[in-house]
C-alpha cells in the first residue's frame, strides 16, 4: 500500500485482483497480471537464448550447473520444481547436444550424475550477458528488483500454502 492510498482504496483494489465477479475485468485479476509478465518474459529469454540454441528450460538447468557442477537428477529436478518425466528428456537434449553427460552413479544406480562437458562450460561465456540484458529490459531498478522477486516469493509461498500460514 502506497503512503497516499487509503486504507478503503487498498481494500478495494485487493478485491478487484483477487475476486473473479462477473462485473470484474480480466486486467484487474493478480493472476493474469502474474500470466501476461510470464509470457514476456518467455518471448524476452527466447530471443536472447536463440542465440545459443538453448530453450529456457534447458537455460535454467545449464545456470544451475554453471553455478555448481555435477547435481543429480533428484537436485535439478527439485531446485526447478520440475517432475523426472519432464526433466528427463530435456536432459537427454542437452546431452546430444553436447552440453552435459548423464552417469549413473556407481554407489546407487537409481543416481544420475549430470555434469558439463567443455561445450557446457563454454557455453557459459556466450551467456553471460544474458541476466544483464533481463534486468534492464524490466526498466526497474536493482533495489526494485529484489523488492519485487521478495514480494513474488512471498506470494508463491503463500499461494503454495493455500492462503494458510
Known sequence: MSDQQNPREAAGAANAATQQG???ELDDFICFAVYESNLAFNNLYRSLLGDIGLTYPQYLVMTLLWRR???????IGDA???EYNTLTPMLKRLETLGLVSRVRDEQDQRVVNVTLT??????????QAIPQCIA????????????????LDTLRANLRN???E
Open 80 to 82: 526447478l520444481s520440475l
Open 118 to 127: 567443455a561445450e557446457g562450460t563454454a557455453l557459459q561465456k556466450k551467456a
Open 136 to 151: 534492464e529490459a524490466t526498466g526497474l531498478s536493482l533495489t526494485e528488483l529484489k523488492d519485487l522477486k521478495a514480494r
Open 162 to 164: 493455500g492462503g494458510q
Open 22 to 24: 462477473p462485473d470484474t
Open 69 to 75: 557442477d555435477g547435481r543429480t537428477v533428484r537436485e
